[in-house]
């Protein structure tokens, strides 16, 4: 069997943490929720922080001149210094809150349609990879079109990697941005970033990277990257890193911040407003115009706290060792095929699977009958699914709750449904 030393210590006790773990569905099953790549679930920390806000703080930021406002501007500057310290940040300023991270990746992309030092044009290319989620291709697809720069894309091997013979042609001279999933939301694979970045940044590209699987498992300390290595701009969202939904971050240098142009207008987020023309406010509060999310940034800034507290490095140990499990488990059960590599200390918390002569969809539900939630489907990947021959698979996804008690009766779930479908 696995080794399962990794696993969080006093697990029970941090599963008390949160509430819903407490249900039972599907006519008095236990829950247990394995789709935690899809969203997570919330300690009472991140609930009771944002209640008490609404309850007791609850005002406009950076407007109202009053004890409430100044309460709220407080608290909501704060979950940002939160976020800085969560990522390592060498600045606070240079945390941009929006309300998830398909927002922040698409601000990355369409600034740079708009004129300006790093505006595309004809003759630049942007590199992507066959498994980014849909919303690091679609910005990238759009902002092309509209600037007649071309796309390009890393294809991927049959264990799942990204294929890198052709790094050094695909990267070239005419290379302007080169954006990156860190961890697949559907393979699980960890990327090399830092080779990636090293690569990008000596033909002078920009890189942008979506952290949205990475941040909730892999400790992330940005100014301690060499500067070849570290992203230009990185995106992730709260819902996955046990905080609410409705707020995400985009992390940017300096640098490169300072001279991207808005992306929206309106409120806060101007400097002066004249008739012929208006001036910006500096960074990060030039990319939130309007009344922001301010109950969800306060909630994401506890969820952030919240796992430093248990500590990231914790809780990468404890995705090791239940993923390895987990695959262990799923690789008995007759007929599963799973997508992506074998190796759990090459993988995040996510593993897309599919069993011959049942559909992704059936597989669900025949799970949630039983209590067990995953997820079936594309996983917004559709591109990574095509490359292996199917359209759909079965996702299971733990996080820092996941037991092994939890994995077992997944595998005894998909044992049920192969004879559920009467499956030789």
């Known amino acids: 069997m696995a080794d399962l030393e990794g696993l969080l210590p006093e697990l029970e006790v941090v599963r ?11 006519g008095g099953n236990p829950l247990v929720y394995l789709d935690s790549a899809n969203t997570s679930q919330k300690p009472q920390v991140v609930i009771d922080a944002m209640v008490d806000h609404l309850e007791h703080h609850n005002a406009n930021i950076a407007r109202a001149m009053h004890t409430l406002g100044a309460e709220s501007t407080e608290a909501f500057e704060g979950a940002r210094d939160k976020v800085a310290a969560f990522l390592g940040a060498p600045e606070r300023d240079e945390v941009v809150f929006t309300k998830n991270a398909s927002e922040a990746l698409n601000l990355a ?10 505006q595309l044009g004809p003759g630049d290319e942007v590199v992507i990879t066959e498994m ?26 049959d264990d799942g990697r990204l294929d890198l013979s052709d790094i050094d042609e ?38 942008v990277v979506d952290a949205s699987q990475a941040a ?11 500067a070849e290595e570290r992203p230009d701009l990185l995106a992730f969202t709260g819902h996955k890193v046990v905080g609410p939904t409705g707020i995400g971050v985009l992390w940017g240098s300096r640098a490169v911040l300072d001279s991207l142009p808005p992306f929206l207008g309106g409120g806060e987020m101007i400097e002066t407003v004249r008739m012929e023309r208006s001036t910006y406010a500096p960074i ?71 069993i011959e002569g049942v559909h992704p969809h059936d597989i669900a539900q025949v799970l949630d009958s039983r209590g067990i939630a ?39 779930g998909l044992e049920y449904t192969r004879s559920y479908f009467k499956l030789a």
């Open 16 to 26: 008390k943490d949160f509430p819903i773990l407490e249900r039972t569905v599907a």
């Open 109 to 118: 992309a369409h600034t740079l349609s708009f004129p300006g030092e790093r």
């Open 132 to 157: 980014e989620h849909h919303s690091n291709i679609v910005p990238w697809q759009l902002v092309t079109e509209r600037t007649g720069a071309t796309l390009r894309w890393f294809g991927l091997t």
């Open 170 to 207: 695909l990267i070239n001279e005419r290379t302007k941005v080169v954006s990156l999933t860190w961890v697949s939301n559907m393979l699980g694979t960890i990327n090399p970033v830092a080779e990636i970045a090293r690569r990008a940044h000596a033909v002078g590209a920009l890189v």
């Open 216 to 226: 909730p498992q892999l400790p992330i300390d940005l100014a301690a990257m060499p």
């Open 284 to 354: 990060p509060h030039k990319f939130e115009a309007g009344t922001p999310p301010i109950a969800e940034a306060i909630g994401l800034g506890a969820a952030v706290e919240y796992l430093g507290h248990l500590g990231l490095d914790a809780i990468r140990a404890h995705e090791h060792a239940i993923t390895a499990y987990a695959l262990e488990g799923l690789q008995t059960v007759p007929g599963l095929t799973v997508l992506g590599p074998l190796e759990a200390t090459q993988r995040g918390g996510a593993i897309s699977f599919e």
């Open 374 to 412: 995953v997820r079936a489907g594309h996983h917004c990947a559709k591109p990574a699914h095509a490359r292996f021959g199917v359209q759909s698979s079965t996702r299971m996804s733990s996080y820092l709750y996941t037991t092994p008690a939890e994995i077992d009766a997944l595998v005894a």
